[in-house]
């Protein structure tokens, strides 16, 4: 069974910085891209970013290009996003998640960990 | 960017009743949409993908149709279960998701 579980998220001061980190179980993590979606409080999903199985491609939303990094390391099955330059409107819960694939070329998100919360506020 | 529009925003329905929700995207996204159920308090769990394709162990009352800008979600009979938020996404170029449809019992 596939297992996320996400730690690191927690309340920082606007212009602070958080790194969150997701190990994975039960699956062969080298063989999947993964994401980070958020959810502000009360809103809709928000894609953040998303890494290739061996590092090298790595896509972001516009509104946290230069302030976030996404990174994985493959010998430990763990992702991270590390944040910097963090605003109010980056509060959210943050979702690890896999990212399946097939020869159709439809990507979707298939296993979601449970969620860790940041909280940017003064 | 594409934007992903859903409708409506929420709804109110009964057990049995056949449900209908809209995704309307701001350009032609072929057929690279999905379909997510979010219970509150836990993570989306993904039900559609590839406009109409189900997800492995997802209840055949859950289907997807749609192609290009307009997508729809149907669940032909609701179940108590089945109360929830569904969201639409885009997985064309980079990724978006629509607003969210709340489904909850009248």
């Known amino acids: 069974e596939v297992q996320l579980v996400e730690s690191g998220g927690g309340l920082v001061q606007p212009g602070g910085s958080l790194r969150l980190s997701c190990a994975g179980y039960?699956?062969?993590?080298?063989?999947?891209?993964m994401t980070w979606v958020r959810q502000a409080p009360g809103k809709g999903l928000e894609w953040v970013a998303n890494?290739?199985?061996?590092?090298?491609?790595?896509y972001y939303v516009e509104s946290v290009k230069g302030r976030f990094t996404i990174s994985r390391d493959n010998a430990e099955k763990s992702l991270y996003l590390q944040m910097n330059s963090l605003r109010a409107e980056d509060t959210a819960v943050y979702y690890c998640?896999?990212?399946?694939?097939?020869?159709?070329?439809?990507?979707?998100?298939?296993?979601w960990g449970q969620g860790t919360l940041v909280t940017v506020s003064s | 960017d594409i934007q992903m529009t859903q409708s409506p925003s929420s709804l109110s329905a009964s057990v049995g009743d056949r449900v209908t929700i809209t995704c309307r995207a701001s350009?032609?996204?072929?057929?690279?949409l999905n379909w997510y159920q979010q219970r509150p308090g836990k993570a989306p769990k993904l039900l559609i993908y590839?406009?109409?394709s189900l997800q492995s162990g997802v209840p055949s009352r859950f289907s997807g149709s749609g192609s290009g800008t307009d997508f729809t979600l149907t669940i032909s009979s609701l179940q108590p279960e089945d109360f929830a938020t569904y969201s639409c996404?885009?997985?064309?170029?980079?990724?978006?998701f629509g607003q969210g449809t709340r489904v909850e019992i009248k």
């Open positions: 998640a896999t990212v399946a694939w097939d020869s159709s070329g439809w990507y979707r998100v298939e296993s």
């Open positions: 890494i290739k199985q061996d590092g090298s491609e790595k």
């Open positions: 350009q032609s996204i072929s057929n690279y």
């Open positions: 590839g406009a109409s």
């Open positions: 039960g699956f062969r993590f080298t063989s999947y891209w």
């Open positions: 996404q885009q997985t064309y170029t980079f990724w978006t």
